[in-house]
């Protein structure tokens, strides 16, 4: 038999000399491992059984009722589900974000739907979207948990595409002329203009963006992974669902433990992942000074120390040098300009009005099922859904005024000082990404206290969640101003009210306009928990259209919750195209540094 043997041995026998021949190198170049790698190694193994058991827990038989237990000892776990949920939400909003942005921004037909139905969606309330969703991926994996865990995932997406693709969609037509020239002058195609200059361009605004998102992710929490609709129950085990049952049970040292799991989860994902992208992320600004004091990121340089990255780094780097010599080898002289050439416009064209059409098609579709709901609403009702909507639009006003006078200040303080920035980054982070409805029942008791009604005092409540899009709009917009304008303002020793107003606010506007828009859209959508809140039991209104979304959604009254959400979106888009949009206009007329 040993004969037969020898065939296989021979076949295997170079790709194992091969990894061992690596592997021995490996160790003769780097012959003592770090205490670095030690810790990248049990970090990867301790990832993979969480990942392990999320996945477990997805595909595990769908219970009708779930029991979710107020110990601190099962924080953990919940707190890695909701991280893992809120991660895989980012990363659909960031493919989501870059297509959408791209398509907006590069094809001006489609641009004129699709940046109003931007307006449209990012003003949609969870709630809006929750029950159909919920009710119909439950429908299609009715024996296990996939269906319920997506549409938790999709729900958490809905907090944090928007603001993201507005910032992306704003970035790409912010390109300054000189950049776009450069590019075609060097004969950039679509492909190396994406790299090379749009995406760089964009990613200050993006990463900040980014941070944002997760926050508003974090906003619902409580909403997604809690949901319960009539008498039916869709709670998943998490964060959110604890801190909601706690809520509910009023057991304040549950609450206790559920505010220090949040904290915790936000300080670590700021730390590792937020605060190395946000330097990474500085050398993408326009200009850069050479009297700027340089931002850093202790996770970043002890990624650096790593051996095992390092060796795979120069492996990689290996690989890619040889690959571009082997490609370029062989090319003819009538093969090379084929690889400068961008790809077909014309079937860009059609693949944009294919998918268009297909927009167009699903937006019909749609209003059509939303108007045989309408048949079901009375008049009297319409006329009470209309004062609810004027009721929540000063709110939503208010609430962004309020937070504006204090984020710019602020914002230009901690974006204008990477010193400062990198102290205040992580307590910011903190404060944005820390769900609001969780400190919501301490808020009503402070009202109580104070003698504020709900009418008035769910204003503070949205001001929870509407100040921290401005805020981080604002703080990258102060980061992306170039250096040498600064440099110029204090050679010509232009400060105080002269430099805030004609070299800080021009430099920051159009982030400022992204933040205002995103925190009036987050506003509205933050109103169906600022206008409806339960806590200890006893449920407490304002008049709005938050609590009529809200209340409909918990008796089930889909006529009323589809009429209520159909005019919240017209009243978002109204507001948009008559205030929101000239401030675009003005932003890329007048404070474009394009211009």
């Known amino acids: 038999m040993e004969p037969d043997n020898q065939p296989h041995r021979r076949k295997y026998d170079l790709p194992i000399k091969k990894i061992w021949g690596e592997a021995t190198s490996f160790l003769a170049r780097y012959p003592k491992l770090w205490w670095v790698d030690l810790v990248l190694i049990f970090g990867l193994i301790g990832l993979v059984f969480g990942v392990l058991n999320v996945s477990a827990e997805w595909t595990g038989v769908h219970r009708p009722t779930i029991d979710i237990d107020l110990s601190p000892w099962a924080l953990p776990k919940y707190t890695f589900f909701s991280l893992c949920r809120g991660l895989m939400a980012y990363i659909i909003s960031l493919i989501f974000t870059i297509a959408y942005g791209y398509w907006a921004a590069k094809d001006h037909m489609a641009e004129k739907v699709l940046i109003p139905m931007l307006d449209i969606l990012q003003s949609i309330p969870v709630l809006g979207f929750l029950p159909g969703l919920v009710l119909a991926l439950v429908a299609i994996f009715p024996n296990n948990n996939v269906g319920l865990e997506l549409a938790a995932v999709i729900m958490i997406f809905t907090g944090q595409a928007w603001n993201m693709t507005f910032s992306f969609y704003q970035s790409l037509r912010s390109i300054p002329q000189y950049l776009q020239e450069a590019a075609a002058v060097y004969q950039f195609n679509w492909y190396q203009k ?294 110029a303002s204090r050679m010509y020793r232009i400060s105080g009210w002269d430099r805030f107003t004609k070299v800080l606010m021009p430099g920051i506007f159009p982030y400022l306009v992204t933040g205002m828009v995103t925190s009036a859209g987050g506003t509205w959508n933050a109103s169906i928990v600022a206008e409806y809140v339960t806590d200890k039991g006893q449920t407490l209104t304002a008049f709005g259209l938050g609590s009529q979304i809200s209340e409909s959604a918990a008796k089930a009254d889909f006529p009323m919750l589809a009429a209520s959400v159909v005019v919240m979106s017209l009243m978002v888009v109204i507001f948009n195209r008559l205030v929101w949009k000239r401030m675009y206009r003005l932003a890329e007329e007048k404070y474009s540094l394009s211009k």
């Open 194 to 487: 994406s790299i090379k200059l749009e995406l760089p361009f964009s990613a200050i605004g993006l990463i900040w963006n980014s941070m944002m998102s997760m926050a508003g992710g974090w906003f619902f929490l409580t909403v997604t992974e809690a949901f319960q609709l009539g008498d039916k129950d869709f709670r998943l085990p998490g964060l959110g669902s604890y801190m909601s049952v706690a809520s509910d049970k009023g057991d304040n040292l549950a609450k206790f433990w559920g505010v220090i799991a949040m904290i915790l989860m936000i300080v670590l994902l700021d730390q590792l992942l937020w605060r190395p992208l946000v330097v990474w992320g500085q050398k993408f600004r326009v200009e850069e000074g050479g009297s700027e004091e340089g931002m850093s990121s202790w996770f970043l340089d002890f990624l650096t120390r790593s051996q095992i990255l390092l060796f795979f780094g120069n492996l990689f780097k290996k690989k890619q040098i040889a690959a571009s010599t082997d490609t370029a080898a062989p090319l003819t002289a009538e093969e090379k300009p084929k690889i400068a050439t961008p790809p077909n416009e014309t079937l860009i064209k059609i693949i944009s009005a294919i998918c268009f059409l297909t927009l167009l098609g699903g937006m019909i579709f749609g209003a059509w099922k939303i108007i045989e709901l309408f048949s079901k609403v009375t008049t009297s009702q319409w006329q009470t859904i209309l004062l609810e909507a004027f009721a929540t639009l000063g709110r939503v006003l208010v609430a962004v005024g309020v937070s504006a006078v204090w984020t710019i200040p602020v914002g230009l303080w901690i974006g204008l000082s990477p010193r400062l920035s990198r102290i205040a980054q992580p307590f910011v982070q903190v404060a944005a990404s820390f769900p609001a409805p969780m400190l919501f029942s301490y808020v009503i008791l402070l009202m109580k206290f104070m003698g504020v009604p709900l009418n008035w005092g769910s204003i503070a409540l949205m001001i929870l969640g509407a100040q921290w899009y401005i805020l981080f709009n604002v703080i990258a917009g102060a980061m992306s101003i170039p250096s040498d304008l600064l440099e």
